[in-house]
C-alpha cells in the first residue's frame, strides 16, 4: 500500500518560484509499473493535472503550463518534486501529489493520492 | 489537447435513485478512461479505472461503461455516502485531463 505525503511552503509571492516535493512510502519510487504525478485544484474548482514523471526521468507536462513547469525525481530519498515559476494569483490552489499505475497496456491511471496541500500565491 | 466534456455539471437526486454521469472526449481514447469520487477537502479517491474496471474495495453499485469517445459512470441505487463531486480522467501516453466534474447534491 503506497503513501504519499506532500510538503513545502504553503505561501508563495508573485513572480516567484513554488517548490513542493512528494514523499513516497510503502514501495520503491524505482518501479516499472509507476508514473508519479502532480494535480492541482484552484479554490472552488475542478481538477487539473500538471505533469508525471518516471523514476528514468520520463516527463509529461500539460501544455498551458509546460513552459514554467519542472518535475524531477530523487530515487535516493524515494521523493518527487514541482517546480513551478513565475507564479501569479492563478496559481493558488491545493496540490496533490499521485502514483499512477501503469497496465501492461501502458495503459496510466491514478490509485494513490496525497492529502494535498495547500498553496496560496500572495505578497 | 483532449478535451473531456462532462455533463450534467450538477445532479440532484435522492437516495434509491439510479444515476448516470456522461463524459465525452473531443477525440478518440479506446478505453483510457477513469472516474474518481471526490467529497470536501478530501483527495480524489479511484472508482473505475480502463471504462469499467471496478478498483478493488469500490461498492459493486458503481460501474463505467463506454469506448472511443462515450464513456458513462452509472450508480445502481445512490446512497447516502455517494453525495459527491465526480471527475472523469483520460490518460493517453503523453497528456491527461480531468473533466470540469459533476456535483451530486441531495433532492
Known amino acids: 500500500q503506497l503513501q504519499l505525503q506532500e510538503s513545502g511552503p504553503g505561501l508563495v509571492k508573485p513572480s516567484e518560484t513554488l517548490s513542493l516535493t512528494c514523499t513516497v512510502s510503502?514501495?520503491?519510487?524505482?518501479?516499472?509499473?509507476?508514473?508519479w504525478g502532480w494535480i492541482r485544484q484552484p479554490p472552488g474548482k475542478g481538477l487539473e493535472w500538471i505533469g508525471s514523471?518516471?523514476?528514468?526521468?520520463?516527463?509529461h507536462y500539460t501544455s498551458s503550463l509546460k513552459s514554467r513547469v519542472t518535475i524531477s525525481v530523487d530515487t535516493s530519498k524515494n521523493q518527487f518534486s514541482l517546480r513551478l515559476t513565475s507564479v501569479t494569483a492563478a496559481d493558488t490552489a491545493v496540490y496533490y501529489c499521485?502514483?499512477?499505475?501503469?497496465?501492461?497496456?501502458?495503459?496510466?491511471?491514478?490509485?494513490?493520492w496525497g492529502q494535498g496541500t495547500p498553496v496560496t500565491v500572495s505578497s | 489537447d483532449i478535451q473531456m466534456t462532462q455533463s450534467p455539471s450538477t445532479l440532484s437526486a435522492s437516495v434509491g435513485d439510479r444515476v448516470t454521469i456522461s463524459c465525452r472526449a473531443s477525440q478518440g481514447i479506446s478505453r483510457w478512461l477513469a472516474w474518481y469520487q471526490q467529497k470536501p477537502g478530501k483527495a480524489p479517491n479511484l472508482l473505475i479505472y480502463?471504462?469499467?474496471s471496478l478498483q478493488s474495495g469500490v461498492p459493486s453499485r458503481f460501474s463505467g461503461s463506454g469506448s472511443g469517445t462515450e464513456f458513462t459512470l452509472t450508480i445502481s441505487s445512490l446512497q447516502p455516502d455517494d453525495f459527491a463531486t465526480y471527475y472523469c480522467?483520460?490518460?493517453?501516453?503523453?497528456?491527461?485531463?480531468f473533466g470540469q466534474g459533476t456535483k451530486v447534491e441531495i433532492k
Open positions: 514523471i518516471n523514476y528514468s526521468e520520463n516527463t
Open positions: 510503502g514501495g520503491p519510487i524505482i518501479s516499472s509499473s509507476y508514473y
Open positions: 499521485a502514483g499512477e499505475r501503469k497496465d501492461g497496456y501502458n495503459y496510466l491511471y491514478f490509485d494513490y
Open positions: 480502463k471504462a469499467s
Open positions: 480522467l483520460q490518460s493517453n501516453t503523453y497528456s491527461r485531463t
